[in-house]
């Protein structure tokens, strides 16, 4: 038995049938419904917890590529600068910077271009 199943043999009918509020049709009063729905419905969510993650990271990645282009340089290039200049900033940080500090972004690729011996500007 999955985690899931496991999880569900462990609930009450009510436990169930109040995690089913909203769905459609049977599948919200039925019980026997309701337990497959709500299974698959856990399953989805734990899912998507994960693919939430991934899909943030893209996003500050897209950000960060995007603030970098701006100054000549891609994105590879610049976290590649970043690791041998030792400069320890997340890919969120950078994303936030790139958006809201501008000038506190070119700042960090000028420093970054200076000291790293792969930085290309384009």
Not at 51 to 65: F, G
Not at 77 to 103: H, T, W
Request: glycine fraction near 6%; proline fraction near 2%; charge should be positive.
């Amino acid at each position: 038995k999955t985690t899931t199943e496991r999880l569900l043999l462990r609930m009450n009918k009510s436990k169930i049938l109040s995690l089913a509020k909203g769905f459609r049709g049977r599948a919200k009063n039925c019980h026997r419904l309701a337990k497959t729905r709500v299974m698959k419905a856990l399953q989805y969510s734990y899912r998507d917890r994960r693919q939430r993650r991934r899909q943030v990271r893209r996003q500050w990645i897209l950000q960060t590529n995007a603030g970098a282009r701006e100054h000549g340089v891609g994105y590879g290039q610049l976290i590649s600068g970043l690791k041998q200049c030792d400069v320890q900033l997340n890919r969120k940080m950078l994303a936030e910077l790139a958006e809201f500090e501008p000038y506190s972004f070119k700042a960090i690729v000028d420093y970054v271009a200076a000291n790293a011996p792969v930085l290309r500007r384009s």
